[in-house]
């Protein structure tokens, strides 16, 4: 459990690929760098004569800005990916509460609810402390929804990781996000901004 989620949509699975190909890079400069402050510290050969190592200082110049451009290419690729809006099947808007969401599906009316988190004390075995709710937001697989996310009152954040999603609720601003689900399942998401009292349930 110390990795991400499994991903059940492609955005999702593109950001751990990201997230695979950037630590290897990371991994591979630490671990060049452990060595050569290695080697300096165990031998006992200097070189004085050396006044100036222009070579050096060129592919030590040159080298970091070809890795940053290594990482820098697949991150914009997939930040718009995540911000493309390909023509929703379905749009569900979101409004933060102090502590609760509540729900809307906007292609159907009179189709809202509320959704609280069931208190410890009401659990049933097998169910998730401070993740189960009263009412889950079911969606579409394999469907493209649009989640238009906003706040009555104060900051909050629409995360679900498994799906790559997470969106501030902002009073007064509605932002928009895209999901896609390609697998059945029952995924969980928790507030990702500071709410309050009861941000940590």
């Not at 509460?97 to 159907?108: A, G, K, M, N, P």
Request: hydrophobic residues 45%; proline residues 5%.
């Amino acid at each position: 459990q110390l990795g991400l989620q499994d991903a059940t949509s492609p955005i999702m699975e593109e950001l751990l690929h990201f997230h695979d190909h950037t630590l290897m890079i990371v991994f591979l400069i630490s671990s060049l760098v452990l060595y050569i402050i290695s080697l300096m510290l165990t031998t006992k050969l200097t070189h004085t004569s050396t006044m100036d190592a222009q070579e050096v200082e060129t592919v030590w110049t040159i080298l970091p800005a070809i890795i940053l451009i290594l990482i820098a290419l697949p991150s914009l690729r997939i930040l718009y990916m995540m911000d493309e809006i390909n023509n929703p099947s379905l749009t569900v808007k979101t409004m933060g509460h102090q502590w609760y969401w509540s729900y809307e599906y906007t292609d159907y009316e009179d189709l809202n609810f509320d959704s609280y988190m069931i208190p410890t004390q009401e659990l049933k075995p097998g169910e998730l402390r401070l993740l189960e709710v009263d009412n889950r937001v079911i969606l579409p697989m394999e469907m493209t929804v649009r989640m238009l996310i906003s706040s009555e009152d104060v900051l909050h954040s629409w995360a679900v990781p498994s799906l790559g999603l997470k969106t501030d609720a902002i009073p007064g601003r509605l932002n928009q996000t895209t999901l896609m689900a390609m697998r059945p399942g029952l995924y969980y998401g928790q507030c990702s901004e500071i709410c309050g009292s009861n941000h940590s349930f």
